[in-house]
């Protein structure tokens, strides 16, 4: 279970704790510190780390900077690290959460469930987005869609999609205004209501919106 941190970090904060752990060798180190009662859970977490990194070598974000130390990472550096939810399938899956959806050739859930643990594959399958079929993946049919899967697959889904994965996305938000602004908008729609209703924290969340909002001059109090 995570632990509740009171008051909720700020973004910068967020950004200087995932600093100081997104290479390789500083993640993994803090992997065996966390976990050094269990080899199997360390052993775990780095195979999911070597899965992972293989898969995504040589893939950068679109706001630029490696995938693997720009996001999966980071997003299992607030699992671990800032959350201190210290379950080592956990952490696998958030690593490996946009495996499904980035290589669908090549990852499935048996695949997952082979390299790693059918739980990880679970979790995996539960925060990856559903097939398009017709949809526009800026659409409130699309957004009700994903939303619906993460919630389906139940509350550590719930937690690994709002708690880190979004959340990282709204502090490291990218793109054009336009876009910037549905992200905005889905995740204040979508992401947060989800979140409260399963009692999770969303201070942290609220905190990285705000600042986008402010960036983006965005005031809806008028």
């Known amino acids: 279970m995570y632990t509740l941190t009171y008051p909720p970090a700020t973004p910068e904060e967020l950004r200087a704790l995932i600093g100081k752990f997104s290479q390789k060798d500083q993640f993994l180190k803090q992997v065996r510190n966390r976990f050094k009662s269990s080899p199997a859970d360390k052993k775990l977490i780095r195979n999911a780390f070597i899965f992972t990194a293989e898969l995504f070598a040589g893939e950068r974000r679109r706001s630029g900077g490696p995938y693997m130390e720009g996001h999966l990472v980071p997003v299992a550096v607030l699992v671990m690290e800032y959350w ?14 946009d495996s499904l959806e980035d290589f669908p050739r090549i990852v499935n859930r048996s695949f997952i469930a082979q390299h790693q643990t059918p739980e990880v594959s679970r979790l995996v399958f539960g925060v990856s987005k559903p097939p398009l079929k017709g949809r526009s993946k800026n659409s409130v049919a699309y957004s009700h869609a994903v939303i619906s899967r993460v919630e389906a697959y139940g509350f550590e889904c719930v937690f690994l999609k709002c708690d880190a994965d979004r959340l990282h996305n709204m502090l490291t938000l990218w793109g054009t ?3 910037k602004r549905w992200k905005i908008w889905e995740t204040e729609q979508y992401f947060l209501p989800l979140a409260k209703r399963l009692n999770l924290p969303t201070g942290e969340l609220e905190l990285a919106i705000a600042e986008q909002r402010r960036r983006l001059h965005i005031d809806d109090t008028h």
């Open 84 to 97: 201190l939810w210290l379950d080592a399938e956990l952490v696998a899956a958030a690593l490996s959460h």
């Open 177 to 179: 205004p336009a876009k």
